[in-house]
Every structure is written in C-alpha cells, then in structure tokens.
Nanobody, 126 residues
Framework: QVQLVESGGGLVQPGGSLRLSCAAS????????VGWFRQAPGKEREGVSW????????????HYAEFVEGRFTISRDSAKNTVFLQMNNLKVEDTAVYYC???????????????WGQGTQVTVSS
C-alpha cells in the first residue's frame, strides 16, 4: 500500500521559512518522481517543484515553478524515503495547502501523478 505523508506546515510571518517533508512508503522503483503542488482557497491547484531520482544521485534532477525559483529548494533523503521542500523568504501569496505526489514523469502537471498525500497547511501572515 502506497502512502505519502506530508508534514512541516504551519503559520509563519512574511520573510520566514518552513521545511515541508513528504515521507513515502510502498512505492515501486518506477515511481521515481515526487512533486509538490499547492492549492489556495478559490484557486486552482498549481505545481511548485519536482524531484526526479536517478539511478545514482548525480543523475537526480529538480525543477521549480517560476514563482518559487530562488526561494524554494527541493531535496531528497533516499535512506528515509523522504523528499523535502525548503521554503525561504515566504510571501503571503504562498499561503495554501501543500501536497506531495508521486509519479513516473517529471512535470508540474498534477494529472501525471498517481499517488497523493493528504496535504499540509502553510499560512504566511503577519
């Protein structure tokens, strides 16, 4: 049984930082892409970042949406089957429920991902 469990959300002031975690279990090796998505109230879900694991770490690839480029960093701890999203210089507009998802194709399109976590709330407010 596949499980993706997000954690690390919370309330932070503008300019602050949070680190989200996505702990995965039960995935087969072909599901080597983990993406982060977010959905704000009244808005459509949007892709934030993805991490594609290569056969060796040198072949890992990452990608970011323009609106988080330079502020967010995605990384992986393979030993713990966990993908992280380090979010720095957070803005009010980053407020959303953040979801991680697992798939086989690196993209910011949610329809390409098969397994989803339950989401974690991130609120950026003064």
């Amino acid at each position: 049984q596949v499980q993706l469990v997000e954690s690390g959300g919370g309330l932070v002031q503008p300019g602050g930082s949070l680190r989200l975690s996505c702990a995965a279990s039960g995935l087969t090796s072909d599901y080597n892409v983990v993406g982060w998505f977010r959905q704000a109230p009244g808005k459509e879900r949007e892709g934030v970042s993805w991490f594609s694991s290569g056969d060796v770490s040198d072949n890992d690839r990452t990608h970011y949406a323009e609106f988080v480029e330079g502020r967010f960093t995605i990384s992986r701890d393979s030993a713990k089957n966990t993908v992280f999203l380090q979010m720095n210089n957070l803005k009010v507009e980053d407020t959303a429920v953040y979801y991680c998802a697992a798939g086989r194709f690196p993209a910011l399109r949610g329809d390409l991902y098969t397994y989803w976590g339950q989401g974690t709330q991130v609120t950026v407010s003064s």
